[in-house]
């Protein structure tokens, strides 16, 4: 095993408690759902298994395209966790009856989830509505990328059935229709934002507009079905305190760390999501326990990205509240 120098003693120390006071009760592994090319600093211990060590159990870690698929992992019990779940997929199968739980804030960003036009096109705020008539859309359905382009579109006065919208498979999926000229404008997270750009793109609005202009702040979750965390609290609680001594060591010595966790996240490195401008931030468990995050923002949150879907008739109806779906609990005990 490699060295764990990463946590620091007093850390490293509590993780280890942690498990040795059966903080993994009987559970014999962890099946945890997380993105490639999303570098967290979770991914410092995922290969060599220190972040496993910390949580006090053997973890499987499971790459899925997209949280809709999470959430369908989770329903179908293949997934105990998940791990930076987009806000929009959990609304949405929560609307449609899912028992499933949002237990943390995984990570804020607004730069590293966008929409790239064809340099070409020379797209801008004020000629968007003339310009991207008839254009060709591809985007994934019913999570948060979907969410900030209808509502980015709606913004600057581009009629939606102007638009050829195509369902993604996956960010590589859009990257390579973009690249080969297929589409006009590719939605995506992550490292395919990065190679759009680079193969010439253009931006349309900012994440900094989003947030300014629009009143759009771009979260993922963690996430798990109810069930699992009625069965195994502790697990739940110490993953989530691991989580935050990861992020905290992290941002002590993010060049140390970088090329651990690019490497681990499937890239050549970090980019801006985690060096250069930065493009993300990890909540503490005392600033996901207040009023902006956990204690109220987010429910209101979900029922206003649904309510958009239900106007642009995207779906057909929309829970009365979704408070119930967000436990506190876990990061609770995790702060005592």
Same mark, same amino acid.
Request: glycine share 12%.
């Given at each position: 095993?490699? =060295? *764990?120098?990463?946590?620091?003693?007093?850390?490293?120390?509590?993780?280890?408690?942690?498990?040795?006071?059966? +903080?993994?009760?009987?559970?014999?592994?962890?099946?945890?759902?997380?993105?490639?090319?999303?570098?967290?600093?979770? #991914?410092? +211990?995922?290969?060599?298994? @220190?972040?496993?060590?910390?949580?006090? %159990? &053997?973890?499987?870690?499971?790459?899925f395209n997209s949280g809709g698929e *999470?959430?369908? $992992? *989770?329903? $179908?019990?293949?997934? &105990?966790? =998940?791990? @930076? #779940?987009?806000?929009?997929?959990?609304?949405?199968?929560?609307?449609?009856?899912?028992?499933?739980? *949002?237990?943390?804030?995984?990570?804020?960003?607004?730069?590293?989830?966008?929409?790239?036009? #064809?340099? @070409?096109?020379?797209?801008t705020r004020d000629n968007a509505a003339e310009v991207l008539k008839g254009a060709t859309v591809m985007t994934p359905f019913g999570n948060v990328t979907h969410f900030k382009m209808l509502s980015m579109m709606e913004f600057l006065g581009v009629n939606l059935d102007d638009l050829?919208? %195509? #369902?993604?498979?996956?960010?590589?999926?859009?990257?390579?229709?973009?690249? @080969?000229?297929?589409? &006009?404008v590719g939605c995506a997270f992550g490292g395919s934002i990065v190679t759009m750009l680079d193969g010439g793109g253009e931006l349309i609005m900012t994440g900094a507009e989003h947030e300014s202009d629009i009143g759009i702040f771009t979260?993922?979750?963690? =996430?798990?079905?109810? =069930?699992?965390?009625?069965?195994?609290?502790?697990v739940v609680?110490?993953?989530?305190?691991?989580? &935050?001594?990861?992020?905290?060591?992290?941002?002590?010595?993010?060049?140390?760390q970088n090329p651990t966790i690019a490497q681990a996240a499937g890239m050549e490195d970090v980019g801006n999501f985690l060096g250069g401008e930065v493009w993300f931030d990890f909540p503490t468990i005392a600033e996901q326990l207040g009023a902006d995050w956990m204690g109220g923002n987010v429910a209101s949150t979900m029922q206003e990205q649904l309510e958009t879907f239900e106007r642009l008739g995207q779906i057909d109806a929309v829970n009365a509240d979704f408070a119930a779906a967000v436990d506190t609990s876990f990061l609770e005990a995790a702060a005592s």
């Open positions: 095993m490699k =060295s *764990m120098k990463w946590l620091g003693g007093i850390a490293l120390g509590l993780g280890l408690l942690f498990a040795a006071c059966g +903080g993994s009760d009987d559970l014999e592994e962890l099946n945890v759902a997380y993105f490639r090319e999303w570098p967290t600093p979770n #991914q410092f +211990g995922q290969d060599d298994g @220190s972040f496993a060590e910390a949580v006090g %159990v &053997d973890i499987n870690w499971i790459p *999470m959430a369908e $992992a *989770m329903e $179908a019990g293949e997934i &105990d966790i =998940s791990y @930076s #779940q987009g806000l929009t997929p959990f609304a949405n199968f929560v609307n449609n009856g899912a028992d499933l739980k *949002m237990v943390g804030i995984a990570v804020s960003y607004a730069e590293a989830d966008n929409c790239v036009a #064809q340099g @070409s096109l020379g797209v050829n919208i %195509v #369902q993604a498979e996956g960010g590589a999926t859009t990257a390579a229709a973009f690249e @080969s000229g297929d589409i &006009d979260y993922d979750i963690i =996430s798990i079905p109810t =069930s699992f965390g009625e069965e195994h609290a502790d609680t110490d993953f989530i305190k691991a989580t &935050d001594d990861f992020n905290n060591a992290w941002a002590a010595n993010p060049g140390a």
